[in-house]
């Protein structure tokens, strides 16, 4: 049931946001790092003006997870190359609990499915094919080892074309 009310959120916010004027974007695809509690690779490609679907393949507590977001962006006028973002998603993975003694029991691996959230502030360099972007992804495991992370702070740089 959860799920189902996750997916009928990303729907309606996809739907709001093709509904909106279209902005101008100034790249289509971007790969790069991600760098923050929960480092990895990252790639955003646009849908459209406004929506962007992004894949993260990331590594936390000697684990792996692969996480896709949709993304919602909007200028801020004032600040040419510079837009905000929200968005959801979802994450499968698995991370080894002996990494953390805080958590979990630390005799095994625990394998997990949940939902993310995102909300971030990105800047697209004009003159070089560059992209900064700073975001907080919260996530909740809902499958494995049930836990709510709200650290998700990161900073990504992304190669642009």
Known sequence: MMFKKFM?????????SLGQKAM?????????????????????HFLSDAVAFEGLI?????????????????????????????GAGAHVGF???????????????????????????????VEIPLNLSFDWKPAFDVIGYTEF???GFALSVRYTF
């Open 149 to 151: 992370w709200a650290d």
């Open 24 to 44: 101008a974007q100034d790249y289509n695809t971007a790969l790069g790092l991600r760098a923050g509690n929960s480092g990895g690779v990252t790639i955003k």
């Open 58 to 86: 990331h590594s936390r507590w000697r684990g792996l997870m692969v996480t896709g977001l949709l993304e919602v962006h909007r200028d801020i006028p004032e600040a040419r190359g510079l837009r905000w973002y929200y």
């Open 8 to 16: 009928f959120a990303v729907i309606m916010m996809a739907g709001l």
């Open 95 to 125: 991370y080894n609990a002996n990494a953390r003694r805080d958590w979990g029991d630390r005799n095994r691996s625990y394998t997990t499915v949940g939902i993310d959230g995102i909300l971030g502030l990105e800047y697209t360099f």
